[in-house]
């Protein structure tokens, strides 16, 4: 069974930055597609990054330039570096892990989802 927990979340002000981690158990990463997604209040989940197994990244259009996405495959650990964050990037911030053979979107029943670290950013 994977288990993805993450860490990392906290309050800053605007122009701060966090970093997130995501440890696996379970599972090694470097087989598995991953994703960082959040989901503001009242608003639905929306994906942030996503890093393949060849280590090619992707950004949503909102936190390019911004945040990066990497993995450290020795330690089983997603990060996510937030830098120059914004009120608007105030969410609950999810990893997610697509295994080989996985089709479909990432809400599918075959990904797997850590439960969440908050990030709250004031003006």
């Known amino acids: 069974q994977v288990q993805l927990e993450e860490s990392g979340g906290g309050s800053v002000q605007s122009g701060g930055s966090l970093r997130l981690s995501c440890a696996a158990s379970?599972?090694?990463?470097?087989?598995?597609?991953m994703a960082w997604f959040r989901q503001a209040a009242g608003k639905q989940r929306e994906w942030v990054s996503s890093?393949?197994?060849?280590?090619?990244?992707s950004y949503a259009d909102s936190v390019k330039g911004r945040f990066t996405i990497s993995k450290d495959n020795a330690k089983n650990t997603l990060y996510l570096q937030m830098n120059s964050l914004k009120p608007d990037d105030t969410a609950m911030y999810y990893c997610?892990?697509?295994?080989?053979?996985?089709?479909?979107?990432?809400?599918?029943?075959?990904?797997?989802w850590g439960q969440g670290t908050q990030v709250t950013v004031s003006s």
């Open positions: 997610a892990a697509k295994p080989a053979g996985c089709a479909g979107t990432w809400l599918g029943g075959c990904n797997y």
């Open positions: 379970g599972t090694t990463y470097n087989t598995y597609r």
């Open positions: 890093v393949s197994t060849d280590g090619s990244t």
